[in-house]
């Protein structure tokens, strides 16, 4: 059985970091993180995909260039998101979500699996 768990999330004022991390139970060529907040749609945030025992290109929503971070250790199958700068709208519950497939996809029906979901809080 697959499993994905995130942990890492917590609550930051605006202008700080935070680091949240996915470790799953297997290996997949694309990961991602998308994130979700209270009364919108869940939306991709970034991916990065895995293979020959290097990162592969990543992908970043527009909103988050320059401030957000992925990256993937391969050999412990998990996958980080340490986003800086962090601002109000950054809050929602961040979801890992991982696929077979191997294109990133900022689709969430791209992906077959998913975690529970990490809280990050943002006050202004």
């Known amino acids: 059985q697959v499993q994905l768990v995130e942990s890492g999330g917590g609550a930051v004022q605006a202008g700080g970091s935070l680091r949240v991390s996915c470790a799953a139970s297997e290996r997949f060529y694309a990961m991602a993180w998308f994130r979700q907040a209270p009364g919108k749609e869940r939306e991709f945030v970034a991916g990065?995909?895995?293979?020959?025992?290097?990162?592969?290109?990543?992908r970043y929503t527009d909103s988050v260039k320059g401030r957000f971070t992925i990256s993937r250790d391969g050999a412990r199958n998990t996958m980080y998101l340490q986003m800086n700068s962090l601002k109000p709208e950054d809050t929602a519950v961040y979801y890992c979500?991982?696929?077979?497939?191997?294109?990133?996809?900022?689709?969430?029906?791209?992906?077959?699996?998913w975690g529970q979901g990490t809280q990050v809080t943002v006050s202004s």
């Open positions: 990065m995909g895995w293979a020959g025992g290097s990162p592969q290109p990543t």
């Open positions: 979500a991982a696929s077979s497939g191997t294109v990133i996809s900022a689709l969430t029906s791209n992906y077959r699996f």
